[in-house]
């Protein structure tokens, strides 16, 4: 259930952001300067953010109304953009630091700050990091990152841990808005299974509970709209259809705050990650009957025959 994919790594079999021709090196130093620059021009946000910065241990209690006998649950608005977070961010989020109304939800690292983003790597927390002051805060609470290390590597299931960094100003081509990331990491069952021996149902249990801590903390800042990625669906090696599923059953349950949910998740050459979202919110919030797999398998299919009818159209076209 938990089976580890290639998505999250290169062809070559290196993991997103990997050097190759001296990109990862060029990022870096871009990024050192980005930093220096935004920590200069945004410090007097930066220094607000890191005091309100939250540190969250277990699971919050629910704030979340559960629906009587014979009311409706309250559901949702799910889409799947093809887009990154900042760009979701931007569309949705509000200018006005006071008046923010959205929750990012940043399945990232647990061990480094930014998960290697001052080295140039890239994920969903990195490109985050690339548009906004978040790296600034991150980078200043390295003792919350050493005592994950020390205490809470669990058998790289991690716990329920979490950074609520508040008020964070994404800005791209001149327009800015703001939003509340809250900072926490999806078990990591590439290596549970390798180094521990953990069975596909001890890894999806601590999933499901992770997804359910993630929720509890957004429930909490108050928000009614929640922009997230794809939760461990890269170098944590989790398939994209089943940490779906597990999300629209959580959603679907009607117990949550937020109204609009978001999923930013770019389309990527060699991987399925935002198609496969896609196609599990495709009957939300009923669950969708069809697997991927089977609905890849069709359109392969399709499309091999429609070439060969343009083959045939060609060779035809000979004898006229």
């Known amino acids: 259930m938990a089976s580890t994919n290639t998505n999250g790594r290169n062809r070559a079999g290196r993991r997103d952001g990997a050097p190759r021709d001296g990109r990862r090196e060029q990022r870096a130093r871009e990024r050192e300067v980005y930093t220096r620059q935004v920590g200069e021009r945004l410090a007097a946000e930066i220094d607000r953010a890191c005091a309100r910065c939250q540190r969250i241990d277990g699971v919050p209690a629910s704030v979340a109304k559960e629906a009587t006998k014979g009311e409706r649950p309250r559901l949702p608005e799910v889409r799947v953009l093809d887009a990154d977070a900042c760009a979701a961010i931007l569309e949705n989020g509000r200018g006005r630091a006071q008046f923010c109304d959205l929750t990012v939800l940043d399945f990232g690292s647990y061990t480094n700050p930014a998960g290697g983003f001052d080295k140039g790597f890239m994920g969903f927390e990195q490109s985050l990091c690339e548009h906004s002051f978040l790296y600034n805060v991150l980078s200043q609470q390295r003792d919350w990152y050493g005592e994950n290390r020390r205490r809470n590597i669990n058998c790289e299931l991690y716990r329920d841990r979490a950074l609520v960094v508040p008020a964070v100003r994404f800005t791209r081509d001149r327009l800015h808005a703001y939003a509340d990331v809250v900072v926490l990491a999806a078990p990591?069952?590439?290596?549970?299974?390798?180094?521990?021996?953990?069975?596909?149902?001890?890894?999806?249990?601590?999933?499901?509970?992770?997804?359910?801590?993630?929720?509890?903390?957004?429930?909490?800042?108050?928000?009614?709209?929640?922009?997230?990625?794809?939760?461990?669906?890269?170098?944590?090696?989790?398939?994209?259809?089943?940490?779906?599923?597990?999300?629209?059953?959580?959603?679907?349950?009607?117990?949550?705050?937020?109204?609009?949910?978001?999923?930013?998740?770019?389309?990527?050459?060699?991987?399925?990650?935002?198609?496969?979202?896609?196609h599990a919110f495709e009957?939300?919030?009923?669950?969708?009957?069809?697997s991927y797999e089977d609905v890849r398998a069709r359109e392969e299919a399709a499309q091999a025959q429609a070439h060969k009818d343009d083959d045939d159209d060609d060779w035809r076209a000979y004898l006229k």
């Open 188 to 278: 990591n069952a590439r290596r549970a299974r390798s180094e521990y021996n953990m069975s596909d149902e001890q890894l999806t249990d601590a999933m499901r509970e992770r997804i359910r801590f993630a929720l509890a903390v957004a429930d909490n800042l108050g928000h009614e709209k929640l922009v997230l990625g794809a939760p461990g669906c890269g170098a944590s090696g989790w398939d994209a259809s089943v940490v779906a599923e597990m999300l629209r059953e959580e959603l679907a349950s009607g117990e949550h705050v937020a109204t609009t949910v978001i999923f930013a998740v770019k389309r990527e050459r060699f991987g399925q990650n935002h198609e496969r979202l896609a």
């Open 283 to 290: 009957t939300f919030p009923a669950k969708n009957e069809t």
